[in-house]
């Protein structure tokens, strides 16, 4: 499974990554979080894990998830936070961005390769901007699964 905070903590060392400085907040890191899993709901390349119904409404759920896996990066130090006035700011550090090296499997390569794509295609969108795009789309994402009523009459 890919829920643990540890598992969630290294995506979002990743996505840290990725974006570089000046770091990004929490809502940020959710959405990337996210949608690097699934690429493929936005054709982009193949998801790294199988479609569930509903996925789409994980975006949101994981929020809680995704702080302890930051907590923890934080009380490793692969992870620096800055209090600012607009809230909270995660940037990864020297330490992080080294532990990153030690990583070489075809997973972690992937993962890597749909953050940086995702980095790509959302970086000159502000949240808010991020947010519409899911929300308008949060409906479709796990909709293949879902039976047509007029199907089933």
């Not at 493929?40 to 702080?67: C, F, M, T």
């Not at 130090?77 to 532990?99: A, C, M, Q």
């Amino acid at each position: 499974m890919y829920n643990t905070p540890v598992e969630t903590g290294m995506r979002c060392l990743i996505v840290l990554q990725a974006i570089g400085t000046p770091g990004a907040d929490l809502e940020r890191i959710m959405y990337y979080d996210y949608l690097s899993l699934n690429t493929a709901d936005l054709d982009g390349p193949e998801s790294l894990h199988a479609p569930i119904p509903n996925r789409g409404v994980q975006v949101y759920a994981r929020k809680e998830l995704i702080s302890r896996g930051l907590v923890l990066l934080i009380s490793k130090e692969l992870v620096d936070l800055r209090v600012t006035p607009e809230g909270f700011t995660y940037t990864i550090n020297t330490s992080g961005n080294k532990f990153l090296e030690y990583f070489q499997t075809s997973y972690f390569q992937s993962l890597v390769e749909r953050i940086g794509w995702t980095q790509s295609r959302f970086r000159e969108l502000t949240n808010q901007q991020i947010k519409y795009y899911i929300d308008t789309n949060l409906q479709k994402w796990g909709g293949e699964f879902l039976a047509d009523k007029s199907d089933t009459q």
